[in-house]
């Protein structure tokens, strides 16, 4: 196997351990309600499965079977759960505001690696995979920029900091 192609998989996981690490920790942070702790877990079990599929291509792909690479497995694109104002407390806000703008940029990141991976491989199901990848990653950029823009300005209406 191409030594560029095993970089290229294990940076993603790498990536989406991160990832995954992130959420789980935003998870546990005090003061967080039930309702967002149980988005971020959400989040956090997301990036697992991300993991999941990377591996098995890397499984394959070690063992010069990237032919039995099962793109069957991957699930459909998710509509990703994302906060609603009313699901939080202030408290809860200060977090939320603050890790989806964090999460906000870290998709927006994955969704060129994924897009570049995309270009840069040889091999068809990793391509494949990188560019359903790179989808998925775009659509949660799409929702959590929305959400993102909302709670901030709920968030600095609620602050008084908003001017109107």
Excluded: C
């Excluded at 351990?17 to 956090?44: D, Q, R």
């Excluded at 505001?97 to 906000?104: D, F, H, S, T, Y």
């Excluded at 989808?135 to 209406?157: G, P």
């Amino acid at each position: 196997m191409n030594k560029k192609e095993i970089q290229l998989i294990k940076q993603a996981i790498i990536n989406e351990i991160e990832g995954a690490e992130f959420y789980k920790l935003a998870a546990e942070k005090e003061g967080v309600s039930e309702e967002v702790k149980n988005e971020f877990l959400h989040l956090s079990e997301e990036e697992l499965k991300h993991i999941e599929w990377l591996k098995a291509l890397f499984d394959k792909i070690k063992n010069d079977k990237e032919d039995e690479f099962n793109l069957a497995m991957i699930d459909p694109l998710p509509s990703p759960k994302i906060f609603t104002w009313d699901k939080l407390d202030r408290k809860s806000a200060n977090i939320a505001v603050a890790v989806l703008g964090i999460a906000l940029q870290s998709e927006k990141t994955a969704v060129e690696f994924y897009e570049d991976a995309a270009k840069n491989t040889e091999l068809k199901k990793a391509k494949e995979l990188y560019s359903i990848l790179a989808n998925w990653e775009r659509n949660h950029v799409e929702k959590f920029s929305k959400e993102y823009e909302n709670l901030l300005e709920e968030w600095w209406s609620e602050q008084k900091f908003s001017p109107f």
